[in-house]
């Protein structure tokens, strides 16, 4: 499951505020977007999803996004998609549009969402490596290429759950392997209080009137994805910017030379 905003999307603060759930429970937070590529595949042209923020603001997203075909990829897309190297894993893959060029290429690909019915979805469409799960609990498996777009990186909720996913995922990652992901530049700083990082966010989807659970969701820009990754011992490279904060960036591990240099150009800045 991905959030995608466009590029000149700029969210608000992330706010205090809560919305207390139903007394059944609230749906899980991807089931109208599940329910939408489902729709989408079965014949409804029209299925959209709103994506609505803490704040009340609204935005409508078709479902056909996440059906795009080569010819309607950005110049982003393009570009990470002629990195990608060795074995792939798409994570929050949704209806597998990317998966299904990397595999018509000849890679070897496993597509990934929290969805089954995007799963569902994806098995239908033709991609033969199809797994349910988020990247947290994803294991067993090493790949040469995380792949990670539309925003998808967003869905680890917050900073704490970036630096999570950058100290827990090298478990799937062959040596020298690397992630592809983009993000979008959530704009300055709220300027007062609690002065948390203006990316952190929170939204809801709904799709039919029927609403999943509020999450968590992070945009970053890119300087400081790069500290954050470059503290966890990552080198973090900007691959594609474009005018609106909309990026695409490669990680990978550094090696223990790339250690050492760092610390002696510390001990010359000393």
Known sequence: MTTSRPSSYRPEPRRAARTAPSAAGPLPSWAPHGAAL??????????????????????RTPARVFFREPGEFSALDEAALDLCQGRVLDVGAGAGCHSLVLQA?????????????????????????????????????????????????????TLDGLDRFLREVPRLLTDGGQILL??????????????????????????????????????????????????????????????????????????????ARRARGREVAG
């Open 38 to 59: 489902r729709d989408f595949l079965a014949g409804d042209r029209d299925a959209e999803v709103i994506v609505r923020a803490e704040d009340g603001d609204e935005e």
């Open 105 to 157: 290429r000849g890679f070897s690909v496993t597509a990934l969402d929290v969805s089954p019915e995007a799963v569902e979805v994806m098995r239908r469409r033709g991609v033969r490596e199809v797994r349910c799960g988020d990247v947290f609990s994803f294991t067993g498996e090493r790949f040469d290429t995380l792949l990670i777009l539309m925003n998808g990186i967003g869905l680890v909720g």
């Open 182 to 259: 983009d993000s979008f530049d959530p704009g300055p700083a709220d300027p007062t209080p609690p002065r948390a990082y203006v990316g952190e966010m929170r939204f809801q989807l709904e799709y039919r009137g029927v609403r999943g659970a509020f999450y968590d969701f992070l945009f970053l820009d890119f300087e400081t994805l790069s500290g954050h990754a470059g503290r966890a011992g990552w080198r973090c490279q900007s691959i594609w910017q474009e005018d609106e904060g909309h990026y695409l960036a490669r990680l990978t591990r550094r090696t223990a030379q790339d250690t």
